[in-house]
């Protein structure tokens, strides 16, 4: 038996950047999935760093991880909220991983007499990148070119679009290309040419683009559909309006009611008697724009003049809020802020706090000054990662008695290492995609807080750090009311800790909010926001 063909969607953007075509990229690939197809959605980056784990994201905006430990773009978050499956390591590639195999490649020998060149080496692995998903058995593959046309970065990309769809043959693969029409306030008009350009320069590369999904912020008047479809030869059912809506979760109802994906199946040859089925996407919405109660948490961080530094983080919020219909507001809080004499004006009637993950010491006196209040105060508070790290340092000073707790990140020589590095990192030197990555096991203690509100004691979640609690302490902790709950199995690494008597006061090591989907929401921002909820009142 031949095994089935793998249908292959590339997206492209014209025009200007950060016009979504990660969200429009989820939503279709929703779509397809509520159709019936099995579907993963892939992101090529044309930066040439090997992954954005090295970038401060004030550049690119939060690292997301997978569960196979791979530092990727916050896209591959979205992919994993809408779709509500597991992304890899293949489904984010940047030029840097392209060119990094091929020059390898070149030094063992594999091109022995060759020149070597972007066409045909650097683009024939970028096409093995694509198909490399193929091997898991997709009905189709969404690949996301990063950029915008006419980027001389993305060159490869397209041209390497272009022999695929050569290569594919009919049917098999199609472009969809994202671009924006301007509103002209002056002459009260949606342009056209902007988008007419950048088809046409992707035509200069040998692409035509199959279909056009316009962002806009107004509704696109007949003529200029007409238009749009007679200078970039589409058909006008091809011709989708991608309008700015209240939230992106509309974006995937906003395009089926204009059958995008019967219009996206039929360009692929594919067929479904199946109906979309949105039923508990619909609900999900209806709860998160019709809620009944609010709460007000504080978003602890040093990045917080950039949201996107902490995009799952507050996606995950949505999520949990949603499923309790609860209007969870965040109150951006920039820990360099936060001081002895103004800790209290700036939390001041928060319901709830969440000390954010993240690196290097500034604003960590901030933090600290935050868990105490928080744990003085009885609200809730939730720390993740660097935020775990926090919680363990504060109780140390403020309540063992160890004045001089730090940890070995921002004191390498600190008497009290309540927060030491790990083994395994001690001897690490390079920077990039060394840190203990990925998912790993956890278990908890049956009588915890934690496994009662994953309702079992085995959990494994994602991680992303070098620094750990350090176990030699650990008895202290335990006697005073800091108690960790949860280990990995075979390291016996304390993954998390919870105060006694205290409703809400939980650290953990690891990541939850990138495991938080529309379809599964988070149950430890669940309990979170429901903690916080009760605070409120
Ligand atoms: N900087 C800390 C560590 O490396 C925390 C990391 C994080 O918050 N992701 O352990």
């Known amino acids: 038996m031949s095994k089935k ?3 292959y969607i590339f997206v492209t953007g014209g025009v200007t950047s950060s016009l979504g075509k990660g969200i429009v990229s989820a939503s279709l690939g929703l779509l397809l999935k509520s159709r019936g197809f099995s579907v993963t959605i892939q992101k090529l980056d044309p930066y040439i760093n090997i992954d954005p784990g090295t970038l401060n994201p004030y550049e690119h905006g939060e690292c997301y991880v997978t569960d196979d430990g791979a530092e990727t773009d916050l896209d591959l978050g979205h992919y994993e909220r809408f779709l509500d499956s597991a992304t890899s390591q293949d489904n984010n590639v940047t030029t840097g991983k392209i060119y990094q195999t091929v020059i390898e490649k070149e030094r063992r020998g594999d091109f022995l007499g060759k020149t070597v060149q972007v066409i045909p080496h650097i683009t024939n692995e970028i096409k093995r990148r ?3 998903l193929a091997k898991q058995d997709y009905d189709i ?24 769809k050569w290569e594919l043959g009919e049917k098999n693969s199609m472009v969809i290309h994202l671009t924006l029409l301007p509103y002209l306030a002056a002459s009260g008009e949606l342009k056209t040419k902007p988008s007419q350009h950048s088809v046409r320069q992707l035509m200069e590369s040998g692409i035509q683009a199959d279909v056009l999904v316009c962002r806009t912020e107004y509704k696109i008047p007949k003529e200029q559909r007409a238009k749009l479809a ?8 091809n011709v989708i309006e991608c309008k700015d809506l209240d939230t992106i979760y509309e974006v995937p109802l906003y395009l089926q009611k204009q059958d995008f994906d019967d219009v996206v199946l039929k360009e692929l040859g594919l067929e479904s008697n199946k109906e979309a089925d949105l ?23 040093k990045y917080v003049s950039l949201q996107d530094s902490y995009k799952s983080i507050a996606e995950a919020f949505i999520h949990a809020g949603a499923d309790q219909e609860i209007d969870v507001r965040l109150r951006w809080v920039y820990s360099g802020d936060l001081e002895e004499s103004t800790v209290a004006e700036k939390l001041k009637g928060v319901d709830g706090m969440l000390i954010a993950p993240g690196f290097g010491d500034r604003g960590i006196e901030g933090k600290i000054l935050a868990a105490k209040n928080a744990r003085e105060n009885n609200v809730p508070l939730l720390g993740i990662c660097l935020g775990m790290q926090i919680m363990t340092i504060e109780f140390a000073r403020n309540v ?12 390498p020589s600190t008497p009290e290492p309540v927060i030491s590095i790990m083994e395994e990192q001690k001897n690490v030197v390079e920077k990039g995609g060394t840190m203990r990555l990925g998912a790993w096991k956890c278990n908890l203690d049956p009588k915890s807080q934690l496994a009662a509100i994953y309702g079992h004691s085995q959990i494994s979640e994602r991680h992303r750090h070098r620094y750990e609690f350090n176990s030699e302490f650990r008895d202290e902790y335990e006697k005073n009311g800091l108690i960790p709950t949860g280990f990995n199995p075979e390291t016996g690494l304390v993954e998390t800790l919870e105060l006694k008597g205290h409703p809400f006061y939980i650290g953990v090591q690891y990541h939850p909010e990138y495991k ?8 430890l921002f669940k309990a979170f926001v429901k903690a916080c909820s009760t605070h409120a009142k």
């Open 279 to 301: 039923k508990d996407w619909k609900t999900f919405l209806k709860k998160y724009q019709n809620p009944k109660k609010k709460v007000e948490i504080a978003l602890i961080g």
């Open 141 to 164: 593959i969404i690949t996301e070119i990063g950029g915008t046309v006419g980027d001389i970065e993305s060159l490869p990309y397209i041209e390497s679009v272009r022999q695929l």
């Open 5 to 7: 063909q793998t249908k």
């Open 400 to 411: 063992l008695g160890y004045g001089k707790a730090n940890s070995m990140e921002f004191d």
């Open 130 to 132: 694509i198909k490399i």
């Open 230 to 237: 007679q200078f970039c030869n589409v058909p006008l059912s």
């Open 516 to 523: 938080s989907t529309v379809a599964t929401p988070h149950p």
